[in-house]
């Protein structure tokens, strides 16, 4: 599988990444914005996944969605580096005001068990606006 396969449906305002080892694309779907991880994500890619989570908010918020639904089931690894990414988005979501506050629902791949450590980690950061599926 390659960084093409992931979807296509990129919404205006999230530039979406793509590499060969690593892809994020996000958008609008159903009143809520999805996005979606393809790869191994780590220091090469951080200022791109900066950027893609940045335009992900903005558009959440011009948006008003109640939900961004993310999901790492085809993710391979993600370092530190890019999980440090994802705690400086939830903590910017978080300082907002709470009409301007969405949930955020994380879709992890059942036999990655890094991913149940890395997110448990992030739902103790915001347990009120994070959930695991």
Not at 20 to 33: N, Q, T
Not at 109 to 123: C, D, E, G, I, M
């Amino acid at each position: 599988m390659n960084a093409d396969a992931v979807r296509d449906g990129d919404a205006p305002g999230i530039d979406p990444i793509k590499d060969d080892e690593f892809a994020a694309s996000g958008g609008l779907e159903g009143g809520r914005v999805h996005l979606h991880f393809w790869g191994n994500a780590d220091l090469r890619v951080k200022d791109r996944l900066d950027a893609f989570l940045r335009q992900a908010d903005k558009q959440s918020v011009e948006a008003a969605v109640q939900e961004v639904v993310v999901d790492f089931r085809r993710l391979d690894f993600m370092n530190s580096s890019c999980l440090k990414a994802l705690v400086t988005w939830l903590g910017k979501v978080q300082e907002r005001p709470i009409a301007e506050q969405y949930q955020v629902v994380f879709l992890k791949a059942p036999a990655a068990h890094w991913q149940a450590r890395s997110l448990h980690a992030l739902v103790t950061f915001a347990p009120s606006m994070i959930r695991v599926e």
